[in-house]
């Protein structure tokens, strides 16, 4: 199914209860949806975007999560986009985040950004480090969160490398 003739799609999220795909279109700066077949393509309405790029749809708390690079942020709204909020800025210790995920169960957010794994509330508070070596520039990130493992996925493309490590950060793979 071809969704979008898009300029730069740089992450897409399909959450676990919502019959839509979400991606991030970070050339035209716009967050868009679709259903499953590519029917029914939305911008949807959030302003002020510069360079999106990681995006995480939870289908279970019904929460948009995004890292905006360029404007140093990680934002959430609901699942039509509606509400936006900064989470994380770089008062937060934000350089150039890339990539998002959440564990809704846990109520955490993890990200990738210049420097490291980092991990806070889903609100934004208790910002920490999670991994801070082995890496480059990691980007992408998933959280295994349905298993006995309990961890995070990561890649790096200067490294090209696809790491894990466990939730507490005991060992990287």
Request: hydrophobic share 35%; glycine share 10%; with cysteine.
């Amino acid at each position: 199914v071809v969704l979008c003739r898009a300029s730069s799609v740089w992450a897409a999220a399909l959450p676990d209860v919502v019959p839509k795909l979400y991606w991030t279109d970070s050339n035209a700066k716009k967050i868009q949806r679709a259903n499953l077949d590519g029917s029914d393509i939305e911008d949807l309405p959030v302003s002020g975007l510069s360079r999106p790029l990681g995006i995480y749809a939870d289908g279970l708390t019904g929460r948009l999560y995004w890292a905006d690079g360029l404007l140093q942020k990680i934002q959430s709204s609901d699942l039509d986009g509606i509400g936006a909020e900064d989470l994380l800025t770089s008062s937060d210790g934000l350089i150039y985040p890339t990539g998002v995920a959440v564990d809704s169960l846990g109520s955490k957010l993890y990200w990738t950004d210049t420097g490291g794994i980092k991990r806070a509330g889903t609100d934004g508070s208790n910002v920490e480090d999670l991994l801070t070596e082995g890496f480059i520039a990691p980007q992408g990130i998933a959280v295994e969160k349905r298993s006995s493992r309990q961890r995070v996925y990561f890649c790096d493309p200067q490294t090209s490398r696809l790491q894990s490590s466990p939730l507490d950060a005991s060992s990287v793979e």
